[in-house]
């Protein structure tokens, strides 16, 4: 053999190299180890694409067994590996990855281990602390539906709702921390995006569009072709350009007003502008209904609406209930006497960005001026400064 065939036979050897290098690359092995089942169990492999998920592959597990999934992927990938009773496991997989999970039937939701995949223990570490903060946020639920409705069980309510409140801001100084120090993983946009029930997100104020920021400019330079990359860039520049309208809107009226209006449909949909109450003192309160420290607040709206309607005040308040029919009965039945208005749910109101609401209950005292004189004040000091305002 001369040392041209030797040569045409070494490039040949190289290029088939390379070829199933570059197929590995593009694949992505999930290796299943499932201890702990009795019977025939069906597990599915999920592929998530930004909203929308759909199965790409199932296998059949008699009791304890192994199964490998392997799948083409030339980005990162969120996948859901979904076992019976609604279980499942969220895994983020590079091109490449060959990811080794451990479940055991009786510990799910978090109870498994993974291997070979920095992203997917990324989520895993999310999810864990999330379900964590979430059960102990239904015990303190719990606790609080638990006690009498008398009045003298005011203050155990509210240290309950203290604590948690708590709850809420350390789970989102953790998230906040994990985008900050994983801006370049897609696994940010996995915390950017959780949730502690249906409707209430970790991520909520208007301040928190910068860490959607910090994620979103980071990951489009390293994956643009990315469909969730795509998807969260748009997200923030909606929510962007919402605010500008609004705040535009606010401009075009051309009133010397020292306060954000708005315009939101009341019980019977009918619209009130706050801008309407110039000339009154308002409050102008942000509530939920089903949070408790709200109801307690509103308890004592009651006694103070009473004291000074008739000299001048007036509560404008903004629910941002999620369900808005659910909303509208409540306040029915309870009979405010005050303007009561809807606001759309927490995470996708206008009216709470535009006055960059970081809790509920949140209140702005607004005087004959047009001036918001106090934000969220002592309840004790409410009634003086009303009292005040009004001489």
């Not at 990855?97 to 510990?107: A, F, G, M, N, P």
């Not at 719990?142 to 155990?156: H, I, R």
């Not at 019977?268 to 000339?279: H, W």
Request: glycine share 6%; net charge positive; aromatic share 12%.
């Amino acid at each position: 053999m001369n040392n041209y065939m030797i040569k045409r036979i070494a490039v040949l050897y190289i290029l088939m190299l390379v070829l199933v290098s570059c197929g590995k690359q593009n694949k992505v092995k999930i290796s299943l180890n499932y201890t702990g089942g009795t019977d025939k169990t069906t597990v599915v492999l999920k592929e998530i694409k930004v909203d929308r998920e759909f199965p790409i592959d199932s296998a059949i597990i008699k009791g304890a067994g192994r199964y490998t999934f392997t799948v083409t992927a030339n980005q990162p990938r969120f996948y859901k590996v979904v076992f019976p009773g609604e279980k499942w496991v969220m895994l983020l997989a590079e091109p490449g990855e060959h990811i080794r999970l451990k479940v055991s039937k009786d510990k799910l939701p978090f109870g498994y281990e993974v291997n070979g995949s920095f992203g997917s223990q990324f989520v895993r570490e999310l999810g864990q602390k999330l379900y964590t903060t979430v059960q102990k946020m239904d015990s303190l639920r719990n606790l609080y539906n638990a006690l009498p409705l008398n009045k003298e069980y005011d203050s155990e309510r509210m240290r309950l709702d203290n604590e948690f409140r708590a709850l809420a801001d350390s789970q989102h100084r953790e998230s906040i921390r994990f985008v900050l120090s994983h801006y370049n993983s897609l696994a940010s946009i996995y915390a950017l995006y959780q949730k502690y029930d249906d409707s209430t997100w970790v991520f909520y104020s208007s301040k928190d569009l910068q860490y959607f920021k910090i994620a979103g400019d980071s990951l489009s330079k390293k994956y643009p072709h990315s469909d969730e990359v795509k998807a969260l860039r748009f997200h923030f520049n909606r929510l962007m350009n919402q605010r500008q309208r609004l705040l535009l809107a606010t401009l075009a009226q051309g009133k010397t007003i020292g306060f954000p209006d708005l315009q939101l449909p009341g019980v019977s949909s009918d619209t009130v502008r706050l801008s309407s109450l110039m000339g009154k003192v308002v409050i102008v309160s942000f509530w939920r209904s089903d949070i408790p420290a709200c109801l307690i607040q509103n308890r004592e709206y009651v006694e103070l609406y009473k004291r000074f309607e008739k000299k001048g005040l007036r509560i404008y308040q903004v629910s941002l209930d999620p369900d808005r029919p659910k909303w509208a009965a409540f306040v029915l039945d309870a009979g405010y006497p005050w303007i009561s208005v809807w606001g759309g749910p927490f995470e996708n109101s206008l009216a709470a960005r535009l006055y960059n609401v970081q809790q509920l209950p949140s209140e702005y005292v607004i005087n004959r001026e047009g001036e918001i004189v106090a934000v969220n004040p002592d309840p004790d000091n409410l009634a003086g400064i009303v009292t005040s305002l009004l001489r």
